[in-house]
């Protein structure tokens, strides 16, 4: 079965369960009426059912590489790229006064998620340039966004960002790449960054890098790194292209999936380079683009689960295996779909896949009432949701594109059939980013200085849904309330651990059990929406009573604290 967009899937969510009126109700997106989101998502998913996903299986197999300097792209993504540039998907979010489109970021996740399950290589290039462009936005110079944002949002050219060096990944207070100020304005730029994803290709255009390097005297740590445009090369002030810049492309790196996706490592050797934002507030203009690629990351694991998952299902309604208990039924397919064990998993994958892109739309929703509105209630919420939406959604594709390597059974342990490409694809999403455990640090840190304020008032409102279902469905309203509880006992926990790494020793359970609960919230808020036992209702019903007791586990584990982790020595752990 080719791969279809969910597209009746998003219209659902979006009228029913995240709240998406609210965004089209505000002045700034008034335009995202239902039938322009409708028109999108026809038009996005017909570009990635039709064009980009043929491409998907010969970026696995054909994948980029490295020629005398210049990165040649598998066959057909050049194409593909003209193809997403033309329907201006790139600049769907983006200001209208520099030609993008101002419609809301939710609706940028519909996007990214047909890319991503359709053909998730080329469907990172434009992810960065989301990012690229945000940054620029709110950080760059006028002069800048005039000559660079029209560019970027068109698709002519092209935007990455270049934080990690091989001495600094996760650490990156620890790069040591330089920016000498050269008297006129510009930088030299040296140093090596690894890790750039589309750092260079054959699309044509210029290939515009955000690059985070110290400038001389700069104080130590984060607070002394600076951001820096650093083009391939140096525009004219007329927007043509000019002399190309003083870097290179070194080696390409060789991964255990999206081959088809090129991974540079680069070499700046004093490139131009232009400030951008203030001197020494570079991770404040580079966090911009990092938390919209967090969110836009949680997607991609999304849209990995959802083709990993049609790809299952279309083998599991072809192969026949065995009696089953449905044989000469009515119901019967006479397949191993038809087999209890084939169903428990295709239910789990659809069942946490729905879990994982409304939590992702909700947090879509958050950023766009936060742009529209100003209201700092509106931003605390996306910003609790994005770690959430990261490391949730990334790990549902993961163990999604595992559960389609199992229904494969041994014809999944064969490249042959492409599902083991999926699970290979998605398992850096838990990675880039800001690594999953990083996500959930962040979340009961920095994320809870409110004094979980904002968490419970999320628990509030998982409340207020599950006191409605009572009345309507008794067993699942109770389940789901009876979880809230559970997590606000574990939230109280955290928030009262002075040290933080009683809470960092739990966030990762932490983070999946409030995911657990936050995804049976908005199941239930589907079969309400739906109005009687329909399909909806019976999904709803697995999730809570198979998938939602996962939480007990991960909040008891949560709340441990770190006493336990350290009583094991070093020499215990390595014997």
């Given amino acids: 079965m080719p791969y279809r967009s969910p597209v009746s899937e998003y219209k659902f969510v979006l009228e029913h369960v995240v709240g998406f009126s609210d965004v089209s109700s505000t ?74 489109m101002g419609l809301p970021q939710t609706l940028s996740c519909a996007v990214n998620d047909f890319f991503a399950a359709s053909c998730m290589s080329l469907g990172l ?50 790069l040591t790449s330089k920016a000498e100020p050269q008297g006129d304005g510009t930088y030299a730029i040296s140093g090596q960054k690894i890790y750039i994803s589309w750092g260079d290709h054959d699309f044509g255009g210029n290939i515009c890098h955000l690059v985070l390097a110290r400038l001389p005297d700069a104080a130590p740590g984060t607070k002394g790194i600076s951001l820096f445009m650093v083009p ?36 700046y050797d004093r490139a131009t380079g232009w400030l951008v934002g203030e001197e020494n ?22 849209g990995i689960a959802e083709g990993a998952m049609q790809h299952a299902i279309a083998y ?65 919420r996306a910003a609790f949701l994005t770690p959430i939406a990261k490391a949730f959604g990334t790990e549902v594709g993961m163990r999604v594109s595992e559960l389609g390597v199992q229904i494969h059974g041994g014809m999944g342990f064969i490249e042959e059939t492409g599902a083991a490409q999926y699970s290979r694809d998605v ?29 419970n008032a999320i628990i509030d409102e998982i409340e207020a849904t599950a006191e409605e ?7 699942l309203g109770e389940a789901v309330w009876q979880s809230a509880e559970t997590l606000r006992e574990a939230t109280e926990w955290m928030t009262a651990q002075g040290e933080l790494n009683e809470r960092f020793a739990g966030a990762v359970p932490y983070l999946m059990g409030f995911a657990r609960v936050l995804g049976a919230h908005y199941h239930l808020k589907a079969a309400l929406a739906e109005g009687d036992n329909g399909p909806r209702t019976r999904l709803a019903r697995f999730y809570i009573t198979r998938l939602l007791p996962e939480h007990i586990g991960h909040l008891a584990h949560a709340t441990c604290g770190a006493e336990d982790l350290y009583a094991l020595t070093t020499d215990e752990l390595t014997a």
């Avoid at 119901?331 to 779909?337: H, M, Q, S, W, Y």
């Fill in 232 to 267: 391939k090369y140096i525009p004219n002030e007329d927007g043509s292209l000019g002399e190309a810049n003083s870097l290179r492309v070194v080696s390409l790196e060789h991964k255990l999936g999206i081959h088809g996706s090129p991974t540079c490592v680069m070499e």
């Fill in 469 to 475: 279902a009572r009345a309507k469905l008794p067993d």
């Fill in 316 to 380: 599991a309604m072809d192969r026949k295996q065995g009696r089953t208990p449905l044989d000469g039924t009515p119901e019967g397919t006479g397949t191993i779909l038809d087999h209890a064990d084939v169903r428990r998993m295709v239910a789990t994958m659809k069942a946490d896949t729905f879990a994982a892109r409304a939590i992702a739309l909700a947090c879509g929703v958050g950023i766009d009432m936060t742009a529209a509105t100003g209201d700092k209630a509106w931003t605390a």
């Fill in 125 to 174: 290039n434009p992810l960065l340039t989301q990012g690229h462009i945000e940054a620029l936005e709110h950080h760059a110079p006028d002069w800048m966004k005039d000559l660079y944002l029209p560019k970027l949002i068109s698709g002519e050219w092209s935007g990455t960002m270049n934080l990690t060096e091989p001495q600094a990944g996760s650490d990156v207070g620890a």
């Fill in 427 to 455: 398992r850096v999403t838990a990675i880039y980013e800001g690594t999953n455990g990083i996500q959930a640090m962040d979340m009961v840190a920095r994320k809870m200085m409110d004094g979980g304020e904002t968490a």
């Fill in 27 to 100: 002045d700034t997106y008034a335009e995202a009426t239902p039938d322009t989101v409708d028109a999108i998502l026809t038009e996005v998913a017909k570009l990635a059912d039709e064009v980009m996903a043929p491409l998907n299986r010969n970026g696995d197999l054909d994948p980029a590489r490295l020629e005398n300097g210049v990165v040649r792209t598998s066959k057909g993504f050049a194409d593909g790229y003209k193809a997403m540039t033309e329907g201006g998907w790139l600049g769907l979010a983006a200001t209208p006064e520099y030609g993008g």
């Fill in 281 to 302: 507030k570079g991770m404040a203009a580079m966090f911009t683009m990092m938390n919209n690629a967090r969110l836009g990351v949680g997607i991609q694991g999304i």
